[in-house]
């Protein structure tokens, strides 16, 4: 069966910090994988999304970037936080070509910048 | 682009009482709906999904929704809640994008069940 690692669970870092958030995903090939922020009241964001290796879209620019350096890893990163950038963070994965799937996540970050 | 709108931010219900989430999605040919739901500090877990055929659909924790696609619609309901289904609950679309799929989620709606 598939399933999917997040890591860490919580998170503080300090303002002007690096970032790097990694989600691995088991037991599937070429899977889509995506990062998604869930701030209090706004309902999740997409932020990344990845069909294959090295292959990122950008849904909002901003101070985090992503890359998918093997088939089944998927990491967020960010060279100086901002305290905005405080949220949970969720990564899933979703099966590959189509979109009559559902989404299957992780079970979060929780990212304080202090 | 699609968009989901849950326009109920928080639901407070009593325990055994029926309830019912709502969720409008903008039109599109064809579309697929989630709903899923997600205890405190944890990731989401779905409940249910409309793909195609019966408008009617039932899922896990005795959840079930209705596709309407007339009134671009997929409320969720559940006849009695118990305590344990107080959690947030989002609604999604998939939409497809240049050969690709995103989900596009709702705000969500905080469920209080009370006792």
């Known amino acids: 069966s598939q399933t999917i690692h997040q890591w860490p669970a919580t998170l503080v870092q300090p303002v002007g910090s690096p970032l790097s958030l990694e989600c691995t995903v088991e037991g599937t090939s070429n899977p889509n994988l995506y990062w998604y922020r869930q701030a209090a009241g706004r309902g999740l964001q997409l932020l990344f999304y990845s069909v294959g290796i090295g292959q990122i879209s950008s849904e909002v620019p901003q101070n985090l970037s992503a890359s998918r350096p093997q088939d089944r890893q998927f990491i967020l990163s960010s060279k100086k936080l901002l305290l905005s950038d405080s949220g949970f963070y969720l990564c899933?994965?979703?099966?590959?070509?189509?979109?009559?799937?559902?989404?299957?996540f992780g079970q979060g970050t929780r990212l304080t910048v202090v | 682009a699609q968009s989901v709108t849950q326009l109920d931010s928080q639901v407070p219900v009593f325990e055994e009482a029926p309830v019912e989430l709502r969720c409008n999605y903008s039109?599109?040919?064809?579309?697929?709906l989630f709903w899923y739901v997600q205890y405190p500090n944890q990731g989401l877990q779905l409940l249910l999904k409309?793909?195609?055929?019966?408008?009617l659909v039932k899922g896990i924790n005795g959840f079930e929704a209705e596709f309407n696609k007339s009134q671009t619609s997929f409320h969720l309901r559940k006849p009695s809640v118990h305590i344990s289904d107080t959690a947030e609950y989002f609604c999604?679309?998939?939409?497809?994008?240049?050969?690709?799929?995103?989900?596009?989620f709702g705000t969500g709606t905080r469920l209080k069940v009370l006792a």
């Open positions: 409309y793909l195609s055929g019966s408008t």
């Open positions: 899933a994965w979703s099966m590959t070509p189509r979109g009559n799937t559902e989404a299957f």
């Open positions: 999604a679309v998939s939409e497809t994008t240049s050969g690709t799929y995103k989900y596009i």
């Open positions: 039109s599109s040919v064809s579309v697929y």
